[in-house]
């Protein structure tokens, strides 16, 4: 897959899910100006939906902070995990039925992505999973990150990992569900 290298947009199907990305301009406000950035953009579909109102956010610096000190916890699905909890936002509509989907096995799966996946240039990216994909964001970077710190060529990394993840978590749903 020639995609890896170049980081240029793609839609592609990869171990039987549909894969996007992308290269995402942007800009940051620095004082007075505006500076353009770009952000990477990787999304997969679930083959089949999870149909339980699910939307867990990876939590940044700022929310994991609050999360600490109790502000953010009330309205929060938890796990009884403390990592996980204090790592990922979960709003469900199907509290139980989440319960069951994300063992501890899918827990584990996630906690090992926040320690050991590989960010397509240095920024620690952000994790959305919903009922229906699973979306990672990494950025902002200045332009001269293109020119002067080349990527790592990790993205193929970094999507089969996500997908092993989306596999569990439709396996356990197939089980479930039957």
Same mark, same amino acid.
């Given at each position: 897959?020639?995609?890896?290298? $170049?980081? /240029?947009?793609?839609? /592609? ?5 549909? !894969?996007? =990305? ?6 940051? %406000? ?6 353009? %950035? ?7 579909? =679930? ?9 867990? +956010?990876?939590?940044?610096?700022? $929310? *994991? ?8 916890? =009330?309205?929060?699905? *938890? !796990?009884?995990? *403390? ?24 827990? +584990?799966? @996630? /906690? ?17 999973? !919903?009922? !229906?994909?699973?979306?990672?964001? /990494?950025?902002?970077?200045? $332009? &001269? ?5 080349? *990527?790592?060529?990790?993205? &193929?990394? @970094?999507?089969?990992? @996500? ?6 978590? &439709? ?8």
């Amino acid at each position: 897959m020639g995609y890896f290298h $170049e980081l /240029e947009d793609f839609d /592609e199907l990869i171990d039987s899910y549909k !894969t996007s =990305f992308t290269v995402e301009n942007s800009v940051t %406000v620095a004082g007075k100006s505006c500076i353009p %950035v770009y952000f990477y953009r990787l999304k997969i579909k =679930f083959n089949n939906n999870l149909h339980i109102g699910l939307d867990i +956010s990876q939590r940044d610096r700022v $929310e *994991h902070f609050l999360w600490l000190i109790g502000i953010t916890r =009330f309205r929060d699905v *938890h !796990t009884m995990n *403390h990592h996980f909890d204090s790592q990922y936002r979960v709003k469900c509509a199907n509290v139980k039925l989440f319960r069951s989907l994300f063992d501890y096995n899918i827990m +584990s799966m @996630l /906690e090992q992505f926040d320690r050991d996946y590989p960010p397509i240039r240095k920024k620690n990216g952000i994790l959305r999973i !919903t009922d !229906t994909f699973v979306r990672y964001v /990494e950025g902002p970077y200045s $332009e &001269e990150w293109r020119i002067f710190d080349p *990527h790592r060529g990790k993205i &193929e990394d @970094l999507f089969r990992e @996500l997908i092993n993840i989306m596999k569990a978590i &439709e396996n356990i749903s197939t089980r479930i569900i039957q």
